[in-house]
């Protein structure tokens, strides 16, 4: 059996004691700490830039999913890198020059996602699915935790999921937003291999068993 990848939002951490909660999540289950850079202007919120990255990384010991809402990311991907990113991904609707950008978080030596609006089509993706390691699914408008799952996104998950075997690559796909005890096995039942949670995690009365019930749930394997 096999089962997803779990990665709790971190900006639903309490900020006032981010060592303490980063070592809980070291605790848990979870498989990597998603990472939201919001700059303000692709979304109308702005979150936390590199030095707080860097406190993260400091004390995290699963690999940091950086999530960049923020334009023209291309600016700073050697930054990210060196702030400690592991995985980098970008907005579709963020790079004008999205392959180019994808070789740079590359040559970096991070693996590289693409992340799509709730709106996005996921065929645009059809001519970058075998350069990248993720596609990070919006399921919900960008800029906030907390908020609710738009439900199209798992017919979204399944045409992703088929594009994806169909083209053999080994991208996976990770559902952002809204994630819970009743998205989740949905989800999965749609294709999904990763799965954010921020809310449904930080505000739980006990984030490991939480994380806990998230990972024991299977993913499905489809075939085109
Ligand atoms: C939203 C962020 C998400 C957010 C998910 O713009 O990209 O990663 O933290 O939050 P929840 O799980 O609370 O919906
Ligand atoms: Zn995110």
């Known amino acids: 059996m096999q089962h997803p990848i779990i990665a ?5 951490a309490d900020f006032a004691n981010i060592q303490r909660d980063v070592e809980m999540i070291n605790l848990t289950q979870a498989d990597w700490f998603h990472v939201d850079i919001m700059d303000g202007v692709f979304v109308p919120n702005i ?12 004390f995290a010991k699963k690999p940091l999913d950086v999530h960049l809402m ?34 740079a978080i590359k040559a970096e030596g991070m693996k590289a996602g693409v992340a799509i609006n709730p ?28 908020q609710k799952f738009i439900e199209n996104t798992y017919a979204k998950c399944s045409e992703l999921k088929n594009m994806i075997i169909a083209q053999h ?23 999904a291999d990763v799965l954010v949670a921020g809310n449904y995690v930080f505000t739980s009365k006990n984030p490991a068993s939480t994380i806990a019930s998230l990972k024991s749930l299977s993913t499905h394997t489809l075939t085109a």
């Open 119 to 146: 709106h996005t089509n996921v065929s645009l993706l059809k001519n970058i699915l075998c350069d990248i390691d993720l596609v990070c699914m919006m399921s919900v408008n960008p800029g906030f935790g907390g």
């Open 70 to 103: 923020i334009v023209n990311p291309e600016r700073y991907i050697k930054d990210f890198k060196d702030a400690g990113a592991d995985l980098l991904s970008v907005h579709y609707e963020a790079s004008t020059h999205l392959h180019r950008t994808i070789q």
């Open 169 to 191: 690559s080994l991208c996976l796909i990770e559902i952002d937003g809204g994630v819970n005890e009743i998205t989740a096995p949905k989800l999965l039942q749609h294709g």
């Open 8 to 12: 709790p939002s971190i900006l639903s």
């Open 47 to 58: 979150s936390f830039g590199f030095p707080v990255i860097k406190a993260i990384k400091q």
